[in-house]
């Protein structure tokens, strides 16, 4: 007597799912954006032009706080299961690890741009003001931003070198890494 024996075997699936490609993106598009408009406050006169300039700053980057949350929510709660995995070998943990530190930077960021907030004291939209945590420290301040600054650039640097990587996975090393977690590709490719 034979017995007819099923074993499925699930494949890691060559593409991430449309909720993590959206987080990414839009991940991508906030941190640039608010390096740009960081770069740009001081540009605007002091008083309603610059206090706008910097309340948008700071609405964008409590969004970016809670893409972050998000994120990594999903990624451990549902998509864990789902993810492509990494390369084998010391480029897989090379990767890994630059992701890690991406998350790491991008919630170092978020975190200093909030007490950078609580420790200025920052005017709202005029509409109300964050209680400052040390008002007349202007040392406190100073540090507090340049720390900002520092992590806001250090995120944009890993961040470029990561996107540098996913081209070069493209052009040079002619393999699907940057496929996996583009849109336009992916849709393409009848996912």
């Known amino acids: 007597m034979t017995s007819s024996k099923t074993t499925t075997t699930t494949t890691p699936p060559a593409h991430y799912d ?27 006169p002091k008083g309603d032009a610059r ?21 990594l929510a999903w990624r451990r709660n549902a998509a864990a299961a789902k993810l492509p995995p990494a390369q084998a070998g010391l480029p897989g943990r090379l990767a890994i690890g630059a992701h890690h530190l991406l998350y790491l930077l991008l919630a170092a960021t978020v975190l200093i741009g909030m007490a950078c907030v609580w420790i200025r004291g920052d005017n709202l939209f005029n509409l109300f003001t964050v209680p400052a945590f040390a008002p007349g420290n202007k040392a406190l301040r100073h540090e507090a931003v340049e720390l900002h600054e520092l992590a806001a650039n250090s995120l944009l640097m890993l961040a470029g070198l990561h996107g540098a990587a996913a081209l070069a996975h493209y052009g040079w090393l002619k393999d699907k890494v940057l496929q996996r977690m583009w849109p336009s590709l992916r849709a393409r490719a009848g996912r």
Do not use: E, N
């Not at 449309?18 to 770069?39: E, K, N, P, T």
């Open 51 to 71: 206090i706008t300039a910097r309340s948008l700053h700071i609405s964008f980057g409590i969004v970016l706080g809670l893409v972050l949350v998000l994120r």
């Open 18 to 44: 449309s909720r993590s490609i959206r987080y990414h993106w839009l991940s991508a598009a906030l941190v640039l954006g608010l390096w740009i408009m960081g770069q740009c406050i001081d540009f605007f």
